[in-house]
């Protein structure tokens, strides 16, 4: 979330490759110099996401932004219900069994 240290870490090389982490400012970190990703809806939303990916590279960013703020209402109701039992319920809808994914591992 921090898109400053994010941005000073671009700066370093333009060889380094930087993920977001954060679904819900996906573009904002492309906006700050992010090369892609790493979250949690992208497993039903992807699709949504690639689109986002793709307009921002071609300067339409209003439309990504639009799109961006349609993803995030999922993501609003999934806060509401519980993120990762309504990821594990809408990818149970998709046909993937996630319910029987494991927990946090202990040390």
């Known amino acids: 979330m921090n898109f400053y240290h994010l ?3 671009k700066q370093l090389s333009r060889r380094l490759i930087v993920f977001n982490g954060r679904d819900e400012v ?3 970190g ?5 090369d892609g990703a790493i979250g949690s809806t992208y497993n039903f939303m992807g699709d949504k996401f ?4 793709h307009l ?11 799109l961006q703020t349609r993803a995030n209402g999922v993501m ?10 309504g990821i594990k319920y809408i990818l149970g ?11 946090p591992l202990k040390l």
């Open 7 to 9: 941005n000073k870490l």
């Open 76 to 85: 609003k109701v999934l806060t509401e219900v519980g993120v990762y039992q």
């Open 50 to 53: 690639v689109e986002i990916y």
């Open 93 to 103: 809808l998709l046909g993937i069994d996630a319910v029987s994914a494991g927990g």
């Open 30 to 34: 492309l906006c700050m110099g992010a």
């Open 26 to 28: 996906f573009l904002a």
């Open 56 to 66: 921002f590279r071609e300067g339409r960013i209003e439309e990504a932004k639009a």
